[in-house]
């Protein structure tokens, strides 16, 4: 799997929240002039994410967005989900979508364990990070801005 700039432009757009979690909402504008991201393209990435209840959203004069949930409660591997679909190395790892030739009988392809031994890690990795991993580690990095 390869995250595209949708997968880390949310991903960093999340962590810039992070940052600012318990300030109220922050304007889009803000996180993408921090972030050196489109504030177009942010705004479709912010859609989805509010439509997956990862962020809350507010209107007018001060508004902006904000994380749904303690940063401690959201994991990476949910916004990558949100933002990129299913974490998988292969789509033969997809029941519904694989086009391999053993994808239609998968104990007789050898090397679907060590796909999925892969995917398996990936998962580990990204669903055991939080935002507020990150956020812990900019602070002790001395690197958070807000």
Known sequence: MRVST???YGVRAMFDLALNYGSGPIPLRSVAERQLISETYLEQLM?????????????????????????????????IRVLE?????????DSDS???PYCDQPEQCVLRGLWKRLQDSMERVLDN??????RQKAIG????KG
């Open 6 to 8: 949708r997968g880390e």
């Open 47 to 79: 859609g989805a994410l509010r439509k997956a209840g990862l962020v809350a959203s507010k209107r007018g004069a001060q508004g902006g967005y904000e994380l749904a949930h303690p940063p401690e409660r959201i994991t990476i591997g949910q916004i």
């Open 85 to 93: 679909g299913p974490i998988t190395p292969l789509d033969c790892l």
């Open 98 to 100: 694989g086009t391999g």
């Open 129 to 134: 990070t939080t935002l507020e991993d990150l």
């Open 141 to 144: 990095l001395g690197v958070a």
